[in-house]
């Protein structure tokens, strides 16, 4: 019904840059809240950032000022800008949100999740 893609991982290194994309289809009737989670081998998955419809934001705070979060609701669209990368940010990267579906008639609010892009920073 609804898919969650997710693009734009990749290697790079200490103090460099990546931007993720993600795009959600699928029998949409409206997003709420969309957002970017991680995690690292043998952590618990955290959240990272998160944007509502309304536009109020939220980070983790050991990615404050250094990552930027930003969506498209036209393209059902949420995009992560990461900048002064730090070794500690290596992980998985999924995107999540927060969705009403409708189909046949009936509408439905679930949670729904990308299968995740890989982020490693290393020299």
């Known amino acids: 019904q609804v898919q969650l893609v997710e693009s734009g991982g990749g290697l790079v290194q200490p103090g460099g840059s990546l931007s993720l994309s993600c795009a959600a289809s699928?029998?949409?009737?409206?997003?709420?809240?969309m957002g970017w989670y991680r995690q690292a081998p043998g952590k618990q998955r955290e959240l990272v950032a998160s944007i509502t419809s309304g536009g109020n934001i939220n980070y983790a705070d050991s990615v404050k000022g250094r990552f930027t979060i930003s969506r498209d609701s036209a393209k059902n669209a949420v995009y992560l800008q990461m900048n002064t990368l730090k070794p500690e940010d290596t992980a998985v990267y999924y995107c999540?949100?927060?969705?009403?579906?409708?189909?046949?008639?009936?509408?439905?609010?679930?949670?729904?999740w990308g299968k995740g892009t890989q982020v490693t920073v290393s020299s």
């Open positions: 999540n949100a927060d969705i009403l579906v409708q189909q046949r008639g009936v509408r439905r609010r679930g949670d729904y």
């Open positions: 699928g029998n949409i009737f409206s997003i709420y809240t």
